[in-house]
């Protein structure tokens, strides 16, 4: 729930008691015959709004109506009211601010616990005076200083955490966020992973909530010689993800891969549990450089024209532009701003806004909210190309920051305590103990966490039973792999799966007497659409 403090600034207001409601009337239907059979159900008069086909009526029990005859729809009648609108000069020129809901949601700037959001990129203008009160610690990975000799981090800054109603410039997403600052583009501008990793394990010892990665490398499953996965950086990721770390990236740009569009994410937008963000236009269609996927776009967010903070010493080469510190004055590759780059801040921001109004959310708890409240882009919404429901192009959909603060005051996704266990030991969740029954509530979901894995103990001799139930509406599977798999992949590793077990439907068994003691690991997989919790029931017995 949200907390107190924020109740008054939210724009709807939770509902108490009784409640104002417009009631539909049928075509054909007689009004007068309508509105009395209405007035008898709640007991109370009601107001006719004709020559409209629609009665206003109060009432605290509202479901009486539904089954009145005559009766056509039925809608709460809440206020609306203006949202928060900060006072910042270049806000007006921030549109997408506006397309995303940045501030809808609030009647006022909300009194939002400060979040701790890692930046890891180019570095930053650290005396920019929209950012030297935002930024509470910064290091370099590549030797120097933090300073920033392109801009591209001060941008990915300025849109999550520029100072807010201090009428200079621009406003961020998250005014209220905190940065840590790793710089990892070294003088050639060239990234490496080893740098990428040691900002990862800096800003989980600085108890960063979210990191934000613009930044990524070619993944082309049908030429390995050229793509650049590497399991440091997914072990780096999973790290991040197991102490309680939301990682957001950039699913890449399609002018910077051997061809235009390109129909995979980058990484480390294509790992697990990583919130892979591609970029959509002033219209709400894909933008043309946006990276496709399938699997690992995960959200869209506004890439192009985006008006941001920028380096003051890069923005003074253009004397005699006004608008200094800024994007409109920045250096000619980033006039205009654009790019997946500067849309994966915003979903960070979102993020931070989400863990500030309910620091209580997990990291995976958070990631569904924002995925499941998205906008769908559609050619309704402007995007031609986009099918309904989550698509390639941009996955959920178009962030919608009020839409997902809203889920606050409902029940969220259910929480998965045993994240990140996604691979062989030692990347699964083991299972101490001397237990006899072991009982695992967890989730699963096919475009975030298709693998869960749990290692056992199991001495020579000893039998190992294993039910799966759920996620509903799934078909997913259940494995027994020997000591020593590493990739759990029955076409790498055919001798060390021991027992597989993929029925029709979304329960499962599998049991089996061992050889050799040792930790075996057991894998839960869905290989196909659907997400949502599930239950692992493991006896041990002699």
Not at 192 to 217: C, D, F
Not at 287 to 304: M, Q
Not at 476 to 498: F, I, K, N, Y
Not at 512 to 519: N, T
């Amino acid at each position: 729930m949200l907390a107190a403090a924020l109740a008054a600034s939210l724009t709807i207001p939770a509902a108490a008691g009784a409640a104002r409601y417009a009631v539909g009337i049928e075509a054909g239907a007689e009004q007068g015959r309508v509105r009395s059979n209405v007035e008898r159900a709640v007991g109370a008069p009601v107001e006719s709004l004709a020559p409209l086909r629609a009665l206003v009526v109060e009432t605290s029990d509202p479901q009486r109506l539904r089954s009145v005859p005559g009766v056509r729809y039925l809608e709460r009648l809440r206020p609306r009211r203006l949202a928060y609108t900060p006072n910042d000069p270049l806000y007006a020129k921030q549109w997408h601010l506006s397309q995303v809901h940045a501030f809808d949601a609030w009647l006022e700037r909300p009194p939002l616990a400060g979040v701790r959001v890692a930046v890891i990129d180019s570095g930053v203008d650290r005396a920019h005076p929209e950012l030297r009160k935002r930024i509470v610690a910064a290091r370099s990975f590549v030797g120097g200083g933090v300073k920033d000799v392109s801009g591209h981090g001060t941008i990915v800054a300025g849109i999550i955490a520029a100072e807010a109603d201090n009428e200079t410039g621009i406003a961020g997403l998250a005014p209220w966020a905190d940065l840590l600052v790793a710089k990892v583009v070294d003088g050639t501008g060239s990234i490496s992973v080893e740098a990428e990793v040691r900002a990862i394990r800096w800003a989980v010892a600085q108890k960063a909530r979210v990191i934000n990665m613009s930044l990524g490398g070619l993944r082309d499953p049908a030429r390995p010689d050229r793509d650049t996965y590497s399991r440091l950086e997914a072990d780096a990721v999973a790290y991040a993800v197991s102490k309680g770390v939301l990682v957001v990236a950039a699913v890449g740009n399609g002018d910077q891969a051997p061809k235009r569009p390109w129909p995979f994410a980058s990484y480390p937008a294509a790992l697990p549990h990583v919130v892979g963000v591609s970029a959509v236009t002033r219209g709400g269609g894909a933008s043309s450089f946006s990276n496709r996927d399938a699997i690992y776009n995960d959200l869209a967010a506004p890439g192009e024209a985006i008006v941001s903070t920028f380096p003051r010493a890069l923005t003074a080469q253009r004397a005699g532009c006004v608008d200094q510190g800024y994007t409109p004055c920045a250096t000619a590759p980033f006039r205009p701003a654009e790019g997946t780059s500067f849309a994966a801040p915003q979903v960070a921001a979102a993020a931070a806004t989400l863990l500030g109004a309910n620091p209580g959310l997990r990291a995976e708890q958070v990631a569904a909210i924002l995925e499941r409240t998205a906008a769908d882009a559609r050619a309704a919404t402007g995007c031609t190309r986009c099918a309904s429901g989550r698509d390639a192009l941009t996955g959920w959909g178009t962030l919608d920051v009020a839409g997902a603060l809203a889920t606050l005051d409902a029940e969220v996704p259910p929480a998965d305590a045993f994240e990140a266990n996604d691979g062989a030991d030692p990347s699964g969740y083991r299972l101490y103990g001397g237990w006899s029954q072991r009982v695992v509530n967890a989730t699963l979901d096919f475009w975030d966490d298709q693998d869960d894995v749990y290692g056992v103990y199991l001495r020579a001799g000893q039998r190992v039973d294993v039910s799966l139930s759920g996620p509903t509406g799934t078909n997913p599977a259940l494995v027994l792999w020997r000591p020593g798999a590493v990739q759990l992949d029955s076409l790498t590793e055919p001798d060390r799966r021991l027992r597989f077990s993929a029925r029709r439907g979304a329960k499962e068994h599998l049991g089996a007497r061992v050889g050799v003691d040792g930790w075996y690991s057991v894998q839960v997989r869905l290989g196909s659409p659907g997400a949502g919790p599930y239950r692992l029931t493991l006896v041990r017995s002699r």
